[in-house]
């Protein structure tokens, strides 16, 4: 695959899946600005070819959409691939339904799918004049039914997100956009992931694995190719799809 020229707009840049998807594109040589919150895992990745960074917090809804135009004036033109990776339980204990905080279920709904609506909004007026642009939500398989760590905004964020997915596909695409989303399974990106994982019995781990058809936790790299494919002309077919990269699972 080849990104020469391509500009790609990717969020959540600073660890995990986004780090994976920044080199990838870097190697493959596109022209890459991510955004995160997190200035040390952006300081990390800023010697990438090709890559630009800048902190945003992406709840602020002001500023996500002032990154998206950032990105089109610094790049001199539309985007061509927006990938919505920015997001994730963000941390969030499991409690149970009648314990849950307004401000932890808005913190959620914020970054994993209001960030996406708004990113989306503001890339598809230059998609649409450049007759093509490919939009890329990295959902989960807590987008298609529940999640594991119980987190009610959580799951239901990612919900939303499939959603979102599925009906700007179909808006966008005779306009020649096309909008996916990759929906990974487990695949433990930081510390916090680690420990969650560990913290669950031997029983839970082993039932998740035995769920598993693959056998063993994915990694970045699985996901990033995954939108690797989605973002290039091999899937230039395909729109409004969920592409579940989870090894198999149940
Ligand atoms: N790792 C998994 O098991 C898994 C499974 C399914 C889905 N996902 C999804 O994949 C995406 C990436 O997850 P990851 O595992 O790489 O996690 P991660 O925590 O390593 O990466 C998420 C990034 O988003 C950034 N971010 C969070 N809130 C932000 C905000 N308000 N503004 C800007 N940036 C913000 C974080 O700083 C972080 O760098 C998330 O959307 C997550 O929900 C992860």
Redesign the pocket.
Known sequence: MNFENKTVAL??????????IAEGFSRMGARVWG????PE?LKQISALPGLTTAI?????RKA?AAWIAEVEAQSGGPIDVLV???????GTPFQPIDEVEDESWDRLF???IH?SFVTSRAAAAGMKRNGRGAIIN??????LKPSLTGVQG?CAS?HALVGLTRQLAVELGPHGIRVNS?????????E??VRRWEGYTPEKRQAKLAQTALRR??E?ED?ANGVFWLSSDLSKYVTGQVLSI?GGSL
């Open positions: 969020t959540g840049a600073a660890s995990g899946f986004g780090r994976a955004c995160d919150i997190q895992g945003v917090d992406l709840s602020d996500a919505n990776n920015a997001g994730g339980s963000l914020n970054v994993n960030a990295i959902s989960s398989g807590a987008g959580y990612k990759v929906a990974p399974g487990l695949v433990l990106t930081d916090a992931k936790l994915g970045a996901i989870d």
